[in-house]
């Protein structure tokens, strides 16, 4: 591990590869799983800011669950997460013709509609942030379903931390992400990594 500031980084973050290959997963890590993504809580006002815009896009499923129970709610470890549907699918995944899932949020940002790209744990997907009393911590989080990502990661020779510079730049800053390819090219330099 090294540290940045106040944040702590798994070397796996620097030396693991990975790039999200949807063609082979379609998406699953938005519909897999046991809760919904971890939502920071100045995120909530912008999902809910997001929603009339989104509202037509989501299932009617999504729809009902959201008006019982909101964007997000407190999961059994006690994180704000998103609501999700059926016990697996976030509120705001959608589908596609050929089948893929998509953001509905995501989408509404690239399209021009909204000012908010999507939950930061979901940009950062698969770096996983944990707060440590002071100190925050990144993890790479290996799921199965996310092999293809990491073939085509090797292949491409694309490190995790390499591929999710925007997301990392879009929640530690620009200088952070200065400072950790700084960092990586000591390591590499003492072939630590």
């Not at 999200?20 to 100045?42: H, M, R, S, T, Y």
């Not at 021009?112 to 979901?122: E, I, N, R, W």
């Not at 073939?151 to 950790?180: C, D, M, S, T």
Request: glycine share 6%; net charge negative.
């Amino acid at each position: 591990m090294i540290q940045i500031d106040d944040v702590v980084v798994s070397l796996d973050v620097l030396r693991e590869k990975f790039i999200c290959n949807l063609d082979a997963c379609k998406g699953e890590c938005c519909i897999e799983g046991d809760a919904g993504a971890p939502v920071e809580p100045e995120e909530v006002a912008k999902l809910e800011e997001a929603l009339p815009i989104v509202w037509n896009e989501l299932s009617p499923e999504a729809q009902a669950v959201i008006n019982k129970q909101g964007v997000v709610y407190t999961d059994c470890d006690g994180d704000l997460v998103t609501s999700i549907v059926n016990g697996k699918d976030c509120v705001f995944t959608c589908y596609d013709d050929k089948g893929y899932c998509y953001c509905a949020i995501e989408k509404a940002f690239r399209e021009g509609k909204v000012d908010f790209y999507k939950p930061v744990s979901c940009h950062l997907y698969p770096i996983r942030v944990g707060n440590y009393g002071p100190y925050k911590a990144i993890n790479y989080h290996r799921w199965s379903v996310c092999h293809a990502a990491t073939l085509l990661g090797k292949k491409e020779n694309v490190a995790v931390y390499q591929f999710l510079k925007e997301p990392l730049i879009r929640k530690f800053g620009q200088a952070w992400y200065k400072e950790l390819e700084i960092a990586v090219d000591e390591l590499k330099e003492q072939n630590i990594i």
